[in-house]
């Protein structure tokens, strides 16, 4: 992205540039050949776009996840790091009680006593809470997860133009 000189600046499209502004500075770029109905419809970006839909149903479930940490344990890389656990455990295909129950080992439990466990061993624990987890109220209501991949969508620049950016 170039920055705009001179005294005029635009914001919008001319032909195949595309001209915004962000932070209060003025840029222009070419507008991208690859559009929100490509992204979301070609085999090309299939796996981005299952990446997508997995990074969908992880975000609010680690987001209720992370709403019952203390106060001192929050943080921005916390959740980020937490959604990223909860995204991969997802792929692996663990549904949202073991989810919840890894949960609860690596970062209730094991905070309280002042340990730490890689996600593999606390899955497959025979030191379960169960007591907990029923005493845990359900944190999302889906019947079954949904698929996980997205019908089209289509996105909208900053600019306005309608290539992804």
């Not at 624990?125 to 089209?152: C, E």
Request: net charge positive.
């Amino acid at each position: 992205m170039a920055r705009q000189v001179g005294p005029l600046k635009i914001v919008g499209r001319i032909e195949n540039f595309c001209c915004y502004k962000m932070q209060g500075e003025y840029y222009i770029r070419m507008e991208s050949s690859l559009t929100g109905r490509r992204f979301w419809t070609s085999k090309a970006f299939e796996g981005s776009g299952k990446s997508c839909g997995l990074l969908a149903l992880a975000s609010p479930l680690a987001s209720k996840l992370y709403s019952t940490l203390p106060k001192e344990r929050k943080g921005r890389s916390v959740f980020q790091k937490l959604t990223g656990k909860v995204k991969l455990l997802l792929k692996e295909g663990y549904d949202e009680e073991k989810i919840r129950h890894w949960f609860l080992k690596n970062y209730i439990n094991d905070h309280r006593e002042g340990k730490r466990r890689s996600t593999r061993e606390s899955l497959h624990s025979k030191n379960d809470s169960t007591h907990v987890l029923k005493t845990m109220p359900r944190l999302i209501a889906y019947p079954s997860l949904p698929s996980l991949t997205r019908q089209k969508k289509h996105t909208i620049g900053r600019c306005g133009c309608s290539s992804v950016p």
